[in-house]
């Protein structure tokens, strides 16, 4: 099966790290307002999902979600969560971390991709 999200081991040791200050997590891909299109990280129920809103996948074993609208736009290509060095997004819990996460990209196969679309 396809995975929509996944995560490097760096971006997998930082939700460790931020799971053992704020237990449990979830992740919400920003639309690129204030913080860019960073991978918002939030306590669990501290970010309220909308019926519009589309979960994603599984990473680090914490939900992933994302706007349909959004969602529109990144249909096509699998999402790789990564970690830098640095501070990341203000709105999010890695903010005051040593390193951020970051959302990379690759463009699904054609067979992937109907794969993938069945599960929208």
């Not at 639309?31 to 999902?49: H, N, T, V």
């Not at 996948?57 to 939900?63: F, Y």
């Amino acid at each position: 099966m396809v995975e929509r999200v996944v995560a490097t081991e760096e971006a997998l040791d930082l939700i460790d790290h931020i799971k053992s200050i704020h237990g449990p997590i979830m992740f919400y891909q920003s639309g690129g307002c204030c913080d860019g299109s960073a991978p918002m990280c939030y306590s669990e129920g501290d970010f309220k999902l909308g019926s519009a809103d589309v979960y994603i996948g599984s990473i680090g074993d914490v939900p992933f979600y994302m706007h349909k609208s959004q969602y529109d736009y990144w249909k096509h290509t699998q999402l790789i969560i990564d970690a830098l060095d640095g501070r990341g997004a203000t709105f999010s819990l890695d903010s005051v971390e040593e390193k951020h996460f970051i959302t990379n990209s690759r463009v699904f196969t054609d067979e992937e991709y109907e794969e993938v679309k069945k599960l929208i």
